[in-house]
């Protein structure tokens, strides 16, 4: 395995210590396992580990491709594993619901070379619709998961989860949270293997084909490989257990690093005994034994009471009648992520600590900063165009991605938010429902991810609905991957690596589809736009408008240079009429001491403050060189 690329996850050498998030850890781990295909769909908080595999790919001689989405990230990595590579793919929480088609099936099929599906978590919703629990599957779907507490979990886990999947024969989730992936911690490196997997498919179709009489014979199978799984697991050293208090705490994900933090500060490590739950399904005679060393527990984890659950129910039939606190004793809530100071008071709570040791100091709650379209941006146009034209009471559906923040004032470009390519499926049945035009809005990389099949839907049905596609060359929000339609030439990249001449072509795509209403228009260039505009909104059935422009953080990172002189506010015929703020939102727009003014490092030259602007106070700022 080559490091010319560089990359320091790239070390070979068994002696090596450092700091670095989480994802970085699964990468490694990855490594270290031998793995040679990867494949994914970026979704934070996962996305760092697509993106280190796309640098170090070619060096570390490993297949990856950005996926067009999860599902058929899923496939393509499953199909590898058949044909005996070790595989990878990654995505977020969401992905995971995606891609469920393939993976209920696939631990019927059960593997060849060993394959890890990474699925971040995200807890509180911090860049998601929705919390979800990926445990579940365990149960659901017979799937084993391991659940990292720090980054060297990660990456052992990681490491060792492929060897595990080999011998069960079953595809594994990882499942990080995003405080896993997102912090730094030290990992110890391990060599990486001189050999890997060979590779070829053997054709063997009672195995790999799943008709009923094939898939009642996996049903079968499936129940022993996943007992085999528990049993392995029990072996695995991702249970470790501390301390010999009568006092019991079970923990799981970093919540067991929480715990394990706040035993250690109150000093109470011969008061409690600890047991980490690093995996699933949790090993019966472990907890069996957990349970008979203890008089009480309580559970510490994020989210839905799984093993809280799973603890009850063990100690039901080991016939262990103790005390099980957790959320449904209202220890701990169900929603959202947990912090440390939490974890601390419901301990403090369950040892009757809280006189003892004193209080800890309140720190007050930072201010809501509400998520806001950058500077220069080419939505922010798009979405002053579509409302100039289609006005307030139009029903504007919205979909994931940069456009999602067209939500709230002053854009007003928001009213609904589902999941990836809903946007144009419930333009659709709101416009067939109450006869009136609505407009929906997708991105490029979401379009091609799930948006292609909702518009073949609405063409079919003739609804009168307006598909806006913002088309910004580049799959922003979750890092700057590329997209379909991202240009090579202009650092984009590909979605595999292969090189191509010419972008996708989002029309070509639209037409297939059966639509005759299209327009193709810069969102910059006003008149184009509000004329093409104007004809979508007359039309019948369903017309497409695609506004191309680059996103412009990643091109002036690509380009280096400024390809527009940032505007000024002249004081003396500016009379704060708060137009340009109201209207647009820019962050790049100042108020300071009741003056109006353009921070002139944020802004991009993109002229929409100037265009709102009533008395011709905003203009071109005179840059030297120009």
Same mark, same amino acid.
């Given at each position: ?41 970026? @979704? ?300 601390? @008071? ?150 595999? @690596? ?129």
């Amino acid at each position: 395995m080559s490091n010319a690329s560089g990359h320091e996850i790239l070390r070979d050498d068994a002696s090596t210590r450092l700091s670095i998030l989480g994802n970085h850890a699964i990468v490694r781990g990855g490594l270290e396992a031998g793995v040679q295909f990867y494949s994914c769909y970026p @979704g934070t908080p996962s996305s760092e580990i697509g993106d280190t595999f796309a640098q170090i790919a070619k060096a570390a001689d490993i297949h990856f491709e950005y996926s067009v989405n999860e599902k058929i990230a899923v496939e393509v990595a499953f199909a590898a594993s058949l044909a005996g590579a070790r595989s990878m793919c990654g995505m977020k929480h969401l992905g995971l619901s995606s891609a469920n088609d393939p993976i209920s099936t696939m631990p019927y099929v059960g593997v060849g070379g060993g394959m890890v599906i990474v699925s971040a978590g995200d807890p509180s919703a911090i860049t998601s619709p929705n919390e979800q629990d990926q445990r579940h599957f365990t149960k659901f779907l017979y799937y084993p998961i391991f659940d990292p507490a720090t980054p060297e979990d990660a990456r052992r886990m990681t490491k060792y989860a492929f060897g595990f999947s080999e011998t069960t024969g079953l595809p594994v989730i990882l499942r990080p949270t995003t405080r896993v992936c997102h912090s730094s911690g030290m990992v110890q490196f391990d060599s990486l293997p001189a050999e890997r997997n060979e590779v070829g498919f053997k054709k063997d179709p009672p195995r790999y084909v799943p008709i009923p009489q094939n898939a009642r014979r996996m049903r079968v199978e499936l129940t022993e490989r996943y007992k085999k799984a528990e049993a392995l697991l029990a072996t695995s050293g991702f249970f470790p257990r501390t301390g010999s208090g009568r006092r019991g705490i079970i923990a799981s994900g970093v919540a067991y690093s929480y715990t394990a933090h706040v035993i250690q500060q109150l000093g109470i490590e011969d008061e409690v005994t600890l047991q980490q739950v690093g995996a699933y399904p949790i090993p019966e005679e472990l907890l069996k034994d957990f349970l008979a060393s203890v008089d009480s527990v309580l559970v510490v984890e994020e989210l839905t009471p799984f093993v809280e659950e799973w603890v009850t129910l063990s100690a039901f039939r080991a016939g262990r009648t103790i005390p099980i606190l957790g959320k449904h004793t209202d220890h701990f809530p169900v929603e959202f992520e947990y912090s440390p100071d939490m974890v601390d @008071g419901a301990v403090r709570k369950y040892l009757k600590l809280d006189q003892r040791n004193g209080r800890r100091a309140n720190v007050p709650e930072l201010p809501p900063r509400p998520p806001v379209l950058c500077p220069g941006c080419p939505h922010r146009t798009s979405f002053h165009m579509v409302k100039k034209v289609f006005g307030k009471k139009t029903v504007y559906c919205n979909d994931i991605g940069c456009y999602t923040l067209g939500y709230g004032e002053p854009l007003g470009a928001c009213d609904m938010l589902l999941c990836m390519g809903s946007s144009i499926s419930q333009a659709s049945g709101i416009a067939r429902v109450t006869g009136e035009r609505t407009v929906a809005y997708i991105g490029d990389s979401t379009f091609y991810h799930s948006g292609l099949p909702a518009l073949a839907n609405a063409v079919q049905a003739d609804d009168a609905i307006t598909v806006v596609i913002l088309d910004n060359y580049i799959t922003a929000m979750t890092g700057f991957q590329p997209s379909l339609t991202s240009d090579n030439m202009a650092g984009g990249g590909s979605l595999s @690596g292969v090189e191509r001449s010419e972008r996708f072509s989002i029309e070509d795509a639209v037409r297939g589809l059966g639509v005759q209403n299209l327009y193709s228009v810069d969102p910059f260039d006003d008149e184009a736009t509000l004329a093409a505009l104007e004809q979508a909104k007359a039309a019948s059935g369903v017309s497409v408008v695609i506004c191309h422009s680059p996103c412009v953080v990643h091109d002036r990172r690509v380009t280096k240079e400024r390809k527009r002189s940032p505007f000024t506010v002249d004081q003396e015929l500016c009379n704060s009429c708060t137009a340009c703020v109201r209207m647009l939102g820019c962050p790049g727009i100042l108020v300071i001491d009741g003056k109006y003014t353009i921070d002139r490092e944020l802004c991009d030259g993109c002229e929409l403050c100037a265009d709102v602007c009533k008395h011709d106070a905003i203009s071109p700022m005179q840059v030297e060189g120009d």
